[in-house]
């Protein structure tokens, strides 16, 4: 049993992708090509008293949050009226697609683990020992003391929760546990890992599950950092989030190429980034010369795949490229008309495959939604024609800039990195009359009537060759 945990506070970041769900996947995955019959499954944690952290109390506008304070996380309200409970509101941004990022994961709440027959006797047998565990427990029923009104009482085993450092081993008793990954808050020498394993071992008897502690995944704003993601803190991104801009297998590649001790940061800016790190991971596992650390790449793309990878490399159209013909695009025909474009700029040079067209699909789509919520800075509408206030920003020095630019790129072959070359021959070696940054400022408002846009190489590579010379050659008349 490969197991981890989870409480459901709050947000569902991805970041609790990492090792409670992806790294608990790829060593369910490791051990069944070994022969082994592991079982993963997902501890969430709803018997958890509800803080009323800010961010928690803020999620209720129409009410006091502060009123549930102490309750457990499953008889707190859904804040937005649309669930059951805090827990199911807040667990389907995460729980939804979950299988698309590990199926077949076991999901068990604490709430149904106090009801488990096994788990009931292991409280009994705790609370008969109450010296030796100094437990506030009793035979059969948990003494509690209401943190807003102090009063005390009794209530069944089910409604309360064991001490946290004797729910844990508890937890690992009664689901048979043999191998769990947990945060790093946990790994601290003498901390509480070690502690629940002293009492696995010497109160209840049995030898604890070996365990793999990894690193928080951070969160980042246009290259900001903000810290680590946090659930009940609010401060993340959800699975549902990602599956709008990307494939699950994209965000499981940093998951099993970094090492567990390294921390991930993820910025929904860089998602362009994200994708080219997973194209070149899968140019390398088809690859047979490897370098560096492609060997390492080539295992973690493996690792990442939800199904066997195809025996031939797919297409992979370039995530940027993708962003660029989204825009450009007709919304009717888009796919078709995306194809014909990729194979007159040769970006395509061979009929696609039916996966392979969904994959296309699926990216041009992805792409689309990135720029409109992440990346406005890459949004681009050509200028259909030149206009009388675009050619009056330019002068002598303009014209012949886009001119020279315009006979070196005919001789380029029509591919990003071709077309990037060209400009860098032309900028580095002083071959322009105007400075870099006024040339692209230039190339700008020729081709989309702005003076800033998107890095040019990926968005001139989607665009027809002869009608970006056409446009240059009329704007430098």
């Known amino acids: 049993m490969i197991n981890a945990g989870l409480s459901v506070s709050g947000l569902q970041h991805v970041g609790r992708l990492r090792g409670e769900i992806a790294l608990s996947q790829f060593l369910t995955r490791s051990l069944r090509e070994m022969g082994r019959h592991p079982l993963q499954s997902l501890v969430l944690y709803t018997q958890d008293e509800w803080k009323a952290k800010p961010a928690q109390i803020a999620q209720f506008a129409h009410e006091d949050g502060r009123a549930y304070v102490g309750r457990r996380l499953i ?4 804040p937005f009226g649309c669930h059951a409970n805090w827990v199911d509101h807040y667990w389907q941004d ?10 077949d994961v076991r999901i068990v709440t604490t709430t149904q683990a106090y009801q488990h027959p096994e788990m009931q006797a292991l409280v009994r047998d705790l609370a008969s020992r109450a010296e030796e565990v100094r437990a506030v427990v009793n035979k059969y029923t948990a003494t509690y003391r209401c943190p807003r009104c102090g009063n005390e009482g009794t209530s069944s085993i089910e409604k309360g929760k064991l001490n946290w450092r004797l729910e844990w081993p508890a937890l690992w008793k009664v689901y048979r546990v043999d191998i769990e990954p947990f945060g790093k808050d946990h790994a601290t020498p003498g901390g509480s890992r070690d502690s629940c394993a002293e009492v696995a071992q010497t109160i209840m008897h049995f030898r604890p599950p070996m365990g793999i502690p990894y690193e928080w995944v951070g969160i980042a704003d246009r290259g900001k950092d903000l810290g680590d993601m946090g659930s009940s803190d609010f401060l993340g991104f959800t699975p549902v989030q990602w599956v709008e801009v990307g494939d699950p297998e994209v965000l499981r590649y940093p998951y099993a190429f970094t090492p567990t001790f390294r921390r991930i940061v993820l910025d929904l800016s860089r998602v362009d980034a994200y994708h080219d790190a997973y194209d070149r991971a899968e140019e390398a596992f088809y690859s047979s010369e490897r370098k560096g650390d492609e060997d390492d790449q080539a295992r973690a793309f493996e690792l990442a795949q939800l199904a066997p990878p195809p025996k031939r490399k797919p297409f992979a159209l370039s995530y940027r490229h993708a962003a660029f013909l989204s825009q450009i695009s007709p919304e009717t025909g888009r796919l078709e008309w995306s194809l014909n474009r990729m194979r007159d700029t040769g970006i395509l040079a061979r009929a696609p495959t039916a996966a392979e067209r969904a994959r296309i699909a699926r990216r041009i789509e992805q792409a689309r939604v ?9 949004r681009v509408t050509l200028l259909q024609a030149m206009t009388p206030d675009v050619a009056a920003q330019l002068d002598d020095r303009d014209r012949s800039a886009l001119r020279t630019y315009a006979d070196k790129a005919a001789r380029a072959a029509w591919t990003e990195d071709a077309i990037k070359d060209s400009m860098v021959s032309l900028t580095k070696a002083g071959g322009l009359p105007v400075e870099t940054s006024r040339f692209f400022r230039d190339l700008y408002l020729v081709l989309l009537g702005s003076e800033r846009g998107p890095r040019a190489a990926p968005f001139l590579a989607v665009l ?11 704007a430098a008349k």
């Open 370 to 378: 990135w720029v409109e919520k992440y990346a406005t800075e890459n």
């Open 464 to 474: 027809e060759k002869d009608w970006v010379l056409r446009r240059l050659h009329e």
């Open 94 to 103: 995460f729980g939804g697609v979950l299988d698309r990022f590990a199926p």
């Open 75 to 78: 008889d707190v309200p859904d």
